[in-house]
């Protein structure tokens, strides 16, 4: 190759390698401090929208996940205020059925009566108190609540509302219920047992909402899960192959400057030629 003070050749062959070698060494270095082979659009703009769409579903499935929890707290008070509820009148049907028998003199009887009357209100705070974020689930006043179930939010898990205060289609015991006499008590007794049934069938349903929300947590839990294993797969970097890859661009980088260096150097021998 012929000698020129005007253009080196293998110096400007020397220099772009050695500017590739430093281009690849800044993506090795980038995909080593972030963890990720396609960290910004310019790395794979395909792959990088199709993990920008994901992470958008896996952010709505976190939301979807909040309001299952938020409603399940919902159910789970509701179901824990039942609960109270029906204890309560299984107390009160061992006071209506003890005042209900002749025998019992009156004196016992208004004892009956007064702790029937406490029981009875006990209730009527046991399904006021039964409130979780605003929501009353027992509460006359109060309609049906949905949770989310879908990222596009066009399908929901319905709750609906049973109430059991007073007075009411599952509670037939009313505000004005006694057993100060043997027939007010027998009665009441009917009123009870009436009750009883109808708050258990209000269990029952409340526990069988609270687990098929559970259930469908749980499944949207491991859609998320999934979701983000995908995008990791798409878009993280294999460490173990970008750390062996560093240390080859890094001697790469160091023969560059050699070369670039003894490319330089090379025009220096046409002086030699006018000595």
């Known amino acids: 190759m012929p000698l020129s003070i005007n253009n080196n050749q293998q110096a400007q062959t020397a220099l772009q390698n050695l500017n590739t070698t430093q281009s690849d060494l800044a993506i090795t270095m980038r995909r080593i401090s972030t963890g990720q082979k396609v960290s910004q659009a310019s790395d794979n ?20 996940i909040e309001s299952l929890n938020r409603v399940q707290s919902t159910v789970d008070v509701a179901s824990a205020a039942a609960t109270v509820v029906s204890d309560l009148l299984l107390q009160m049907k ?9 025998s019992v003199d009156s004196s016992s009887r208004s004892i009956f009566s007064t702790d029937f009357v406490a029981l009875r209100d006990q209730l009527t705070k046991a399904v006021n108190n039964a409130t979780f974020n605003g929501v009353n689930l027992l509460s006359s006043t109060q309609s049906a609540i949905s949770a989310l179930a879908s990222d ?6 319905t709750v609906a509302t049973a109430t059991l205060s007073l007075s009411s289609n599952n509670v037939t015991v009313t505000a004005t219920t006694t057993i100060g006499t043997t027939a007010l008590a027998t ?9 009883i049934g109808k708050v258990s069938t209000v269990l029952a349903n409340l526990g069988t909402k609270s687990r098929i929300i559970g ?3 749980d499944f949207i839990a491991k859609l998320k899960d999934a979701v983000d294993s995908g995008i990791a ?6 460490l173990s192959r970008e750390s062996a890859k560093l240390q080859s661009l890094q001697t ?24």
Do not use: C, M, P
Request: aromatic share 6%.
């Open 45 to 64: 703009g395909a792959i990088f929208a199709i993990a920008q769409n994901q992470r958008g579903t896996a952010r709505v499935y976190d939301t979807v």
């Open 94 to 102: 061992e006071k209506a059925l003890a005042a209900a028998d002749a």
């Open 152 to 157: 596009t939010g066009t399908s929901k898990i």
């Open 187 to 195: 009665a009441a007794l009917t009123l009870v047992n009436a009750s």
């Open 215 to 217: 259930q469908h947590r």
């Open 233 to 238: 797969n798409i878009t993280d970097a294999d």
């Open 252 to 275: 790469k980088q160091q023969l560059g400057y050699q070369s670039l260096s003894i490319a330089n150097s090379s025009s220096q021998s046409i002086l030699s030629l006018f000595r």
